[in-house]
């Protein structure tokens, strides 16, 4: 019965999948056809797009601009975790910073990162250092008010109950508050994942020589819109991937330790 509901699952949504192609090729042919909405060149149709995905997988540009956006995102991601955490905890442990600095980390992480570019450009120059730049500054922010709302949304009654055991400041933390923050935490640097990804490609489209936020440019500059219609479905593909094996994955495990 478990293996049926699987093969069903997975048939429906093909099907979904397949019925969306099929709009959208319908939608092409009217359009640039007897409607007349639009010119062939301004609209991507899924032969198109699936020609131009051909060609950059033959000559390797796919695979390339995939490595290296995904080597940038995750360096990138790593040092907005350890420098968000930071922020975060500091937040959470004095109330001075939490009524003065939390509302303009709000403003920050509200502030498209593309808005990072040119500070970026101009700090860093043309290269790698630019485009973490970005990466970090637009997520670091979303990982320290994770970790803030996580720690506390905590039932203060764990903390009284740790308190009146006898334990200290750090077993607090190290016992207590990590523990109880980790799935709402989880929760948050989902969301963070999003905000660098988004980053990343905020800051290849302007300052980069290869990647996917380039191959995007690339497709434009040559009048490719298929190819940018391409490049977009791989963003949106990665980004799903990733979502699901990883930050899914984890949260499931560690919901089920918990019984939750």
């Known amino acids: 019965m478990q293996k049926k509901n699987t093969i069903n699952k ?8 397949a019925a969306l192609i099929i709009l959208w090729q319908l939608i092409y042919t009217l359009g640039t056809g007897p409607l007349g909405w639009w010119k062939s060149y301004a609209m ?7 020609e131009s995905l051909e060609k950059l ?18 360096i990138g991601f790593a040092l907005s975790l350890l420098i968000g955490t930071a ?13 003065n600095l939390k509302p303009l980390m709000n403003g920050f992480q509200s502030l498209p990162s593309v808005c990072w570019v040119p500070f970026a450009i101009l700090w860093f120059g043309l290269d790698e250092s630019a485009i973490l730049f970005v990466v970090v500054i637009g997520s670091t922010f979303s990982v320290a008010l994770a970790i803030e709302n996580a720690i506390q949304t905590i039932p203060p009654i764990y903390k009284r109950a740790a308190a009146t055991m006898g334990a200290g400041k750090l077993q607090m933390y190290t016992d207590v508050i990590f523990p109880a923050a980790l799935p709402g ?20 489209v302007m300052s980069a020589y290869v990647g996917l936020g380039y191959t995007l440019m690339a497709g434009r500059d040559m009048a490719d819109i298929n190819q940018v219609m391409a490049v977009m479905l ?11 094996l990883v930050f899914s994955t984890l949260e499931r495990r560690i919901l089920r330790k918990r019984g939750l």
Do not use: H
Request: hydrophobic share 55%; aromatic share 12%.
């Open 234 to 244: 791989v963003i949106i593909l990665i980004g799903i991937l990733i979502d699901r």
């Open 87 to 99: 922020l975060g905890l500091l937040i959470s442990a004095f109330p001075f910073l939490n009524r």
């Open 57 to 74: 997988i033959v000559k390797g540009t796919l695979w390339q601009a995939v490595i290296y956006s995904l080597r940038r995102v995750v």
């Open 10 to 17: 997975i048939l429906s949504g093909v099907c979904f999948y």
């Open 185 to 204: 935490f989880l929760a948050g640097i989902r969301q963070s994942w999003s905000f660098a990804w988004r980053a990343l490609m905020s800051g290849e």
């Open 44 to 50: 991507p149709s899924p032969l198109g797009v699936v």
